[in-house]
């Protein structure tokens, strides 16, 4: 007999440990394919509630600064279905004329799913590095989130699409307000379907 133990032993008990490797991961395969399949129930998986919304879009808008001031800017949409459709990533990127030169004024990146508390959740990210994480509420060709941003205020976000037009409605409302101001509207048609 050496140090390692019989031979035979050893070769038992390693075939022992690969079955029981193999049976494990065959049980986990099984379960996440089950996870992957079924949406929280009760609820859509987002890329089939938001089909009105993905695609490519182009169009144009405009925003209000604090201080009031307006700029106008050009605007890139892209809205893709992603984890066989239980996700959706919403990427957008903006542009405005500033001292006579184009420059990056918006670039967003959001992604938005089903959570098993049966409402649908986002979360975004934008240039600056500030992170908005909101419940999001689809509707008929509609979508509507809302974020709390502290001392600035709230913002609710408004998107409505017909016949291959988005038109988006930005409000924000300070604290102690009663009233929602539109400080940003967008038009935006598709040119690129999922």
Known sequence: ????????????????????????????????????????????????ALEFLLGEWEGTGWAMGPGGQRSEFR???????QADGHGVS??????????????VVHNAFGLLWAGYDGQYHMRSVVMQG???????????????????????????YTSTVENDVWHEVGERRMP?????????EMTLERTAAP
């Open 1 to 48: 007999m050496t140090r390692t133990g019989n031979p035979t032993h050893t070769l038992i008990r390693l075939i022992g440990a690969a079955a029981a490797l193999a049976a494990l991961v065959a049980s986990g395969n099984a379960a996440m394919a089950q996870a992957e399949g079924s949406a929280p129930a009760g609820i859509a998986r987002p890329a089939d």
């Open 75 to 81: 605007v890139q949409e892209q809205i893709t279905a």
């Open 176 to 184: 102690g307000e009663t009233d929602w101001t539109v400080f940003l």
């Open 130 to 156: 500030h992170t908005a994480e909101a419940v999001a509420e689809i509707g008929n060709n509609t979508l509507r989130w809302a974020m709390s941003a502290g001392p600035m205020g709230e913002y609710r």
């Open 90 to 103: 919403l990427q957008g990127m903006g542009w405005s004329d500033i001292n006579g030169e184009e420059r």
